[in-house]
């Protein structure tokens, strides 16, 4: 059965080992499309919050966006959403590999997890089929030797989603892990491998040979054609030096996080730990997600030094960043090296570095002793104790216990001081782009569905040149905390809110993949006749879906903050020195732009506008 | 040790079991470069041809090329030289993937192996290290599982290349493959993998990490990044649908073969095995080369219909068009299944399908019968008999026997009649592009170096539109024999002649890379102050090295020749319908041009302009 754009979910009750499958409503794929569109909608409509995240009723939704599996740009994603275990709200961790695309040719668009198994168990998903099966064998490995054993015992080329060690022990700040040592990525935000441990749920290992069908192939292929010419010719250093080519500009700019948010200028560090000169040393292959047109992914091989012998999937820009300058780490082959314990353990490297640097400020300013923490140096520019901290993060170890939960909680445990550099918004580590540098994504984190996500705007990307034909055309001043900054950031928002979704990489957006070219891919696979406007009103309905989830989660208005570092702490130096953005101005005006009330709540008129029913 | 562009060979000799390592002269790579350049001068200085190809003595030189290794774009390839077992004279069998890479990485430019082992071994190089180890588990294995296995007990990332049965079974129109199931990639022309048969050598597998470096990083960077944008603009049709998409354009233009060439138009046929079509049905990814920007591979599975379950690396242009057009196989299922079994069995799949063309016209002509053949029916568009042919040559049985060496061999033994249909030049197989479609291939096929050899012109590039910046401008007839086809074809071929030796894949030229834009890359690369003349002229003299060898081995100029089919027998329909290429007239231009004498020798002074010594 080739798969309509609709196709099927299954639900998987862990508890009693039932697996339910059913269609999909046509009409809700037009209202949410797939991924975390058509979940939100899920969760929202039939699921009842469970008291906490890791409660056995918490439902994990994992689904694959509306266009993955086709050939249509990097339309390689699935999402994995549900309560975050990390901030308590709704979540969704978006991964690309090819993991998203098997799961839509194994014949399903998404899956709805509950339950607690009663021992390890994985699900192996093939032809339309899930079967559930034991873990025991796998439970306490690696995500690495995890992949490779459950493809063994599978399908050779079964795709393998997985926890680490990190997951199975609750680790609030743990990921769920795809594609092995060599070209591994990451649903890593906000803490699903939690959410999967708590579940005894090991792994979903998928295959299939479904095959989209389109209404016009020629159609389809030419649309297609001419987008990936277009992404491909922007898009020239991503492919060639990967997301970690961005570090020197991101320093330059103001936008890289210096010693844990504190430090303005890194140049020599930043040139170290470059994409560039990764391309020189340590690379060894380009890897790529399924169907992508711009090969981003830079497998690694240490060879010399007290590393040598680290290889698999090189760090990325965030990895390198947080790691890298918020730990002053300028060495490559350490951050490597930290890089692929992380994957290894199953460890969200945004979330891991952050804990770690917040630790390290905390150490500095004496509120953690080292004979409090086995005596450990944690220092700034010191890669052997975090990987020591690493590896204690992902075994509930010593000060690993205090920071497996994120920095929010940590904080609470420290006190009130600590609590003033503990960098998250909601309870989630902010990533690492700094909103001195560029304050529209300031005004995002504070206002983003997940807490601190630098991918629900992106809108930055314009301020690295990025440009869309009749799209976010017009004047830009990266400092301004106006009007304009507040439309760009809604827009941004909104465009963002559809691409998990539809299942697309957010990199062919920053390749010049504005809301018409995005419509006009969705219309080629699908036959639909939709305009941009229609594409970023259902953006806009996903945004605000998932906000009428989170106030019932418990989020106020009074949660759409930034931490104080980021509002009383200018960078010292460097092109953003003095910069701070202001929220208290912005705030007000984005409630308004949004038809939301002044406590940040969609107004009953905007929702009726954007398709409630009273 | 971080390999220069010169670097070091290894000589091994199978039957002493010694290895020994030396330097490369830099002078040698100045005049040769590496590839099939500096195997060309070891082969003619240093070694006497053996009495016959599979003679103990008869070397295996396999080299990367200059650039291999390195990140310009598709920098991937090694050449397999020697005396071909099928053709007798000079061959060079070239190979993308990611081996030639690893060989350079693993600390070695070249190999040259001699000498028959006493039982079945591979040799296993890694790390500036040659180890001869015992093949006899592996031996009788088909390709696929000879790669995994040897990959299991060396490195789980090291790259193999391997024989299959048809070059154990000394068949010499076997070629030797790498890369494994799903992203095979073949050295396949010429019999090279008989010639590995004869020495009992079953794979050599390589792996490495010693990194190239650049005598200016950021300029290498900027000059890959430029050319890498430029081929991309130029290579989205290649990217999407990989050479199988040309298929419909070739038969429009009266360049796909038709039934033994003897048809002149299949619209309908041509669209059903198109890559156009491979994408919408059986495709499931796209693989790539070492450090390419275009990414033309691309894996398949068939999941319905009698060929359900057949996987691995799709059929390309050639595989198609010969098994396809020339046996009017319209079937991409069945199409699928022959690849990949001749990929596993390790046969050259251009030879393979040529031979079995002949044979179809043989039996359609009454000079071999069913019952000479165990009643098989090989007709056109008769699938299950080619694949029963192909099991029957891999292993020298029945009829596979006398189609084993190639069309020539077995014209020789059916007498007059079939040598009239046998289509080879020199022994070699055709290649699938007519010269009745263009006639400057048809030049070509009779000049080249190995016979007919598409990959030394690639001339009617220019008749599908491909065009380069400041060369090959002007005027273009396709159907003309006149001195500017004369020139194109001589300018094509001098080329071409650097490429392998660059390690480089041609398929960058069709992307827009020219003679300027390639030496802009070995400068970059090396350091050197080339300019375009100086690498032209380079690739004239290897071409003129090429022919002396061939002379010494025995050809002269009366086997520069077409089969009679191509100078005789125009195409009946089609927009070629009628040419015919005049090789009377353009041959005596061509030697005039070339400066070789009237029998196709190369002059005194000719050589002494091209800097050989009195």
Redesign the interface.
């Known amino acids: 059965m080739a798969f309509a754009y609709a196709g099927r979910l299954a639900r998987v009750d862990l508890e009693s080992g039932s697996v339910r499958k059913e269609s999909i409503v046509e009409e809700d794929v037009q209202s949410w499309l797939l991924g975390s569109g058509l979940a939100a909608y899920l969760f929202s409509e039939e699921l009842k919050p469970a008291r906490s995240a890791l409660d056995s009723a918490s439902p994990l939704l994992v689904f694959a966006g509306l266009l993955t599996g086709t ?1 249509a740009p990097a339309a390689a994603r699935s999402s994995w959403c549900g309560r975050s275990p990390l901030t308590g709200i709704w979540n969704e961790a978006n991964v690309g590999g ?1 993991w998203g695309a098997q799961l839509r040719l194994a014949g399903f668009a998404g899956l709805i997890v509950t339950g607690w198994a009663s021992s390890p168990v994985y699900l192996w998903i093939h032809d339309g089929e899930v079967e559930i099966r034991e873990a025991n064998h796998v439970w306490g490995q690696g995500t690495f030797e995890t992949y490779r054993r459950l493809r063994e015992e599978t399908d050779p ?1 079964a795709e393998v989603a997985c926890i680490g060690p990190a997951g199975e022990n609750l680790v609030r700040i743990a990921g769920v892990m795809t594609g092995g040592q ?1 070209h591994n990525r990451a649903a890593a935000r906000g803490g699903m491998g939690a959410l999967m441990g708590s579940k005894n749920l090991k792994a979903i290992v998928v295959r299939g ?1 479904d ?1 989209p069908t ?1 209404p016009d ?2 159609h389809f ?1 030419t649309v ?3 987008a ?2 277009a992404i ?2 922007k898009s ?2 991503m ?3 990967g997301t970690a080519g961005g570090i020197p500009a991101t320093e330059h700019y103001g936008d890289l996080p210096l010693k844990n948010w504190r430090e303005g200028s890194w140049p020599e560090g930043a040139k170290a730990i470059s994409g ?1 000169t990764i ?3 340590i ?4 890897t ?1 997600c ?2 992508c ?1 711009i ?1 981003c992914g830079k497998a690694v ?1 240490v ?1 010399g030094g007290p590393y040598a012998g680290v ?1 698999g999937e090189g760090p990325e820009y965030e990895t390198l960043a947080g790691f890298g300058g918020n730990l002053l780490i300028d060495d490559l082959s350490a951050l490597a090296a930290i890089n692929v314990r992380c994957n290894d353990l199953g460890l969200d490297t945004i979330s891991t570095s952050g804990v770690i640097a917040f630790a390290a400020e905390a150490m500095e300013k004496g509120i953690i002793l080292p004979d409090d923490v086995k005596g450990l140096q944690l220092t700034w520019g010191a890669p052997e104790a975090v990987l020591t901290l690493v590896e204690w993060i992902a075994h509930r170890k010593s000060l690993g216990a205090l920071l497996a939960d994120g920095v929010r909680t940590a904080a609470d445990v420290l006190g009130e001081e600590a609590e003033s550099f503990a960098i998250h918004v909601k309870g989630m580590e902010v990533p690492y782009h700094d909103p001195r540098g560029f304050v529209s994504i300031g005004l995002n984190y504070a206002t983003a569905s997940r807490g601190a996500c630098h991918l629900e705007s992106l809108s930055y990307w314009r301020g690295y040149g990025a440009e869309w034909p009749g799209w976010q055309e017009g004047p830009y001043d990266r400092f301004a905390s106006d009007e304009s900054t507040v439309r760009l950031t809604i827009d941004f928002q909104d465009l963002m809110a559809v691409y998990n979704p539809l299942g697309l990489c957010k990199f062919i957006v920053k390749g010049g993949v504005g809301p018409s070219q995005t419509v006009d891919l969705v219309n080629a696979a699908t036959g639909w006749d939709w305009t941009a406007d229609d594409l970023m009103r259902v953006g806009e309905r996903i945004f605000n879906l998932k906000r009428l989830i989170n106030l019932r989660l418990g989020i106020t208005g009074a949660d759409d903050r930034l931490p104080r570092r980021f509002l009383a702490e200018p960078r010292p130096s460097g092109t953003a020195q003095g910069v701070l953005p202001d929220l208290d101005r912005m705030l007000p005006l984005y409630y308004e732009m949004r038809g939301w009330d002044e406590k940040g709540r969609p107004t009953p008129e905007r929702l009726r506008e954007l398709g409630w029913e009273a």
Do not use: I, M
């Open positions: 050939y090819h080329r060599e040979s095959k389109y192939a020629d292929r297609v054609k001419e990936n010419a491909r010719a020239e250093g492919s060639l030096t560039q391309r020189e040393t690379w060894t292959r380009d790529r399924f169907a047109p090969g091989e060879t290889w």
